[in-house]
């Protein structure tokens, strides 16, 4: 049986699906990933994005900061993907119990989906960080350089930048989800980002279906891997 039928035999017979993904699961929707050719490591600027994007580069250079960031990470024009629709689906039929994602975009929940596992964050929520009072990415956007509150506080973006913890009870989530699920579906990830990529581990089933478009450290732990565009693959199965 090819990969593919084999993914959608696999589909249809499980009954608590997870997925699990990463930038790929975005690429069909405009927004660049990190590590692809034309990812945003590829790309040159006057630091390295995992410098700008780290939590002390934030506080001790926020005009660069925010530079990067919204030219780089925030994507108002962006709608969700085959995959992103796919996805939803199989939410909405009963069959997959939850998304687990590395992506800040929010486009899972703009294709309907529901129980979706923000690992990094959301560019949609922003803080003030001295009174806490919330602001959207337009506002953000809208601020002319450092995004500044009503009460003179700066406005931080509920993203985990490098040097940051993950939340603590989003990963547990995320753990339990992975550990009671029948078939795991990885997507779209390097699975280079540590502790996200270590979730794999928790699942203990023996349909763990890997899509990606180049070869990920994780391909011999998989038991079936897809080399391919995952809007496209996810789409032709389940739209
Ligand atoms: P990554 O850039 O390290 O890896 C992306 C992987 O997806 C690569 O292996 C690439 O080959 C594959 N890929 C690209 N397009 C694909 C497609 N259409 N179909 C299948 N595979 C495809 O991304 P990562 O593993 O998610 O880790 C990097 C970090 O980047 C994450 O922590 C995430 O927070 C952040 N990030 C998020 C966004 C977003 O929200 N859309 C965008 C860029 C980076």
């Known amino acids: 049986m090819d990969g593919q039928m084999q993914l959608k035999q696999w589909i249809e017979t499980s009954r608590n699906i997870v997925f699990f993904g990463g930038a790929g699961v975005s690429t069909e929707s405009g927004i660049p990933d990190f590590r692809s050719q034309d990812g945003l490591y590829n790309q040159q600027y006057k630091y390295p994005p995992e410098t700008i994007i780290s939590h002390s580069f934030y506080l001790k250079n926020?005009?660069?900061?925010?530079?990067?960031?919204?030219?780089?990470?925030?994507f108002p024009e962006a709608r969700p993907n085959a995959a992103h629709f796919a996805l939803a689906k199989l939410e909405q039929e009963g069959k997959l119990k939850a998304v687990i994602t590395q992506n800040i975009d929010g486009l899972h929940?703009?294709?309907?989906?529901?129980?979706?596992?923000?690992?990094?964050?959301?560019?949609?929520?922003?803080?003030?960080?001295?009174?806490?009072?919330?602001?959207?990415?337009?506002?953000?956007?809208?601020?002319?350089?450092?995004?500044?509150?009503?009460?003179?506080?700066?406005?931080?973006?509920?993203?985990?930048?490098?040097?940051?913890?993950?939340?603590?009870e989003t990963l547990n989530k995320a753990v339990a989800y992975i550990s009671d699920a029948d078939m795991l579906i990885v997507g779209g990830t390097s699975l280079t980002v540590y502790p996200a990529a270590g979730l794999i581990d928790y699942y203990r089933g023996s349909r763990l279906a890997l899509i990606n478009k180049t070869v990920t450290p994780m391909d011999s732990r998989a038991n079936l891997v897809i080399s391919g565009k995952i809007g496209e693959i996810l789409g032709s199965i389940v739209l």
């Open 62 to 74: 926020p005009e660069e900061f925010y530079r990067f960031y919204k030219n780089k990470m925030l």
């Open 109 to 168: 929940q703009a294709a309907g989906s529901r129980e979706v596992l923000e690992l990094h964050g959301s560019v949609h929520r922003n803080y003030c960080t001295r009174c806490g009072k919330f602001y959207s990415m337009e506002d953000v956007i809208k601020a002319d350089g450092i995004p500044r509150c009503d009460c003179g506080g700066i406005i931080k973006p509920d993203v985990v930048l490098y040097e940051e913890g993950l939340d603590m």
